[in-house]
């Protein structure tokens, strides 16, 4: 199946500075997400992008399918934007499987 | 609103004694998932419906198993819970492979 790379694995920033956030995958998709998982364990919906470029705020990410990564940019972080970051993604020729990455812990310290 | 939605928050079962949990979902969703997640580990993959075809992953322990009996209702249930099974799961839809997928809040099971 699909294998899925998120680097790096652990990242602790001050408050106010930028990341970003890198996720590999093996095979080409028709899916990426990127998530945060919420101290609670919630799964936060941040971007679908199997594709192209978006921008929320103070996030944005990029996807460039033919080289089989993706990015998640974070500005000005916050105390709030701690926890993990996941990508999840479907293989094209994977079915209905979404299939997640390692996963970054964020920690941002004041 | 909450659009998929898993009950309960919190289920403590004691070793052994089957235990059932749900998740329902108002998006009219084809496909849905159940994920077991231990800590410090990314979501792993239970099982899939897309309508009523059932797909078992192949490492998925034969102790848990799904019933989809509607369109909105999916629930996992596991015959004989072991200290292991202790975990958060996630229960996720989405209308078909290629389109955002949805999570519940999601069940953090305990085993005593």
């Known amino acids: 199946g699909i294998q899925v790379e998120q680097s790096p694995p652990d990242l602790i920033l001050q408050e106010g500075a930028n990341s970003t956030l890198r996720c590999n995958f093996s095979d080409s998709v028709n899916n990426l997400q990127w998530f945060h998982q919420n101290p609670w364990g919630q799964l936060i919906n941040l971007f679908y992008?199997?594709?192209g470029t978006k921008q929320n705020g103070r996030l944005s990410a990029t996807t460039v399918a033919t080289e089989r990564y993706s990015l998640l940019y974070i500005s000005s972080s916050q105390t709030t934007d701690s926890g993990v970051y996941f990508c999840a993604v479907t293989s094209s020729g994977g079915g209905n499987k979404l299939t997640f990455g390692t996963g970054t812990q964020l920690k941002v310290e004041l | 609103d909450a659009m998929v939605i898993q009950n309960p928050r919190y289920q403590v079962t004691q070793f052994g004694k089957p235990v059932t949990l749900s998740c329902s979902q108002t998006?009219?969703?084809?496909?849905m998932y159940w994920y077991q997640q231990k800590s410090s580990q990314a979501p792993k993959l239970l099982f899939h419906?897309?309508?009523?075809?059932?797909?078992n992953e192949a490492d998925t322990p034969d102790n848990f198993q799904s019933r989809r009996p509607n369109t909105s209702f999916c629930f996992l249930d596991i015959r004989s819970p072991g200290l292991g099974d202790a975990a958060m799961y996630l229960c996720?839809?989405?209308?078909?492979?290629?389109?955002?997928?949805?999570f519940g809040q999601g069940t953090r099971l305990t085993v005593v």
């Open positions: 996720a839809s989405r209308t078909t492979p290629g389109t955002e997928a949805f």
């Open positions: 998006l009219n969703h084809n496909v």
């Open positions: 992008i199997p594709s």
């Open positions: 419906y897309y309508d009523k075809d059932f797909n």
